[in-house]
Nanobody, 123 residues
Framework: QVQLVESGGGLVQAGDSLRLSCAVS????????MGWFRQAPGKIYEFLGA????????FYPDSLKGRFTISRDNVKKMVYLNVKYLEPGDTAVYYC????????????????WGKGTQVTVSS
């Protein structure tokens, strides 16, 4: 069983940077690739990127390259999402996810999800 708890969301200003954290409870953290998704009101889940099991590689959708960075700490069992130059369009609930395979970007590829953390960006 894997439990994920996100933190770090809140109300921020456009142009700010933000780091979201995800605490992972499992005895086999390194068995999972870790991803981040978000869901804006009235929209489907959007894949933001993923980091591999070792934490030495990550990939992102082309549309988000440069603003989003994902990392993990396998000792602390933590995953991070850093976002630069926040825009009002980044307002969404952000979810940390875990899945068995790296390199996947679909909602159904990730077996475990946190409850999410709300990020609201004001202009």
């Amino acid at each position: 069983q894997v439990q994920l708890v996100e933190s770090g969301g809140g109300l921020v200003q456009a142009g700010d940077s933000l780091r979201l954290s995800c605490a992972v409870s499992t005895q086999s953290f390194t068995r999972y690739a870790m991803g981040w998704f978000r869901q804006a009101p009235g929209k489907i889940y959007e894949f933001l990127g993923a980091v591999n099991k070792a934490g030495d590689d990550a990939f992102y959708p082309d549309s988000l390259k440069g603003r989003f960075t994902i990392s993990r700490d396998n000792v602390k069992k933590m995953v991070y999402l850093n976002v630069k130059y926040l825009e009002p369009g980044d307002t969404a609930v952000y979810y940390c996810t875990a899945g068995p395979f790296y390199g996947r970007n679909r909602f159904q590829d990730y077996d475990y999800w946190g409850k999410g953390t709300q990020v609201t960006v004001s202009s």
